[in-house]
């Protein structure tokens, strides 16, 4: 599987973002799918995940309540929708097919920015 993500951009504090992921390939409804982000200088950290069929999804504590994971399998695309966006959520956001749920990573698409001002 191949994956693209798109959608990050510039926003205010407080504000929303949907951040997409489209697959390639014939396996993504085989895999569970998950989004990370990334701060420079930082390490890579787990943001979300959502099951194969869509049914079971698990977030970060820092996420829980603000962002949500879902899927269209039928699309072959994921998505995370982003609220109440704060400063600290800046980083590159990246979508990863899982080969362990919720958070180990087989595949990698590339980055989308995403860059809250205060």
């Known amino acids: 599987v191949q994956l693209q993500a798109s959608g990050g951009g510039l926003v205010q504090a407080g504000g929303s973002l949907r951040l997409s992921c489209t697959a390639s390939?014939?396996?993504?409804?085989?895999?569970?799918m998950g989004w990370f982000r990334q701060v420079p200088g930082k390490e890579r950290e787990f943001v979300a995940a959502?099951?194969?069929?869509?049914?079971?999804?698990y977030y970060a504590d820092s996420m829980k309540g603000r962002f949500t994971i879902s899927r269209d399998n039928a699309k072959k695309e994921v998505y995370l929708q982003m609220n109440s966006l704060k400063p600290e959520d800046t980083a590159v956001y990246y979508c990863?097919?899982?080969?362990?749920?919720?958070?180990?990573?087989?595949?990698w698409g590339q980055g989308t920015l995403v860059t809250v001002s205060s």
């Open positions: 390939g014939r396996t993504f409804s085989r895999n569970g």
């Open positions: 959502i099951s194969r069929t869509g049914i079971s999804t």
């Open positions: 990863a097919a899982l080969t362990h749920f919720p958070d180990v990573a087989g595949t």
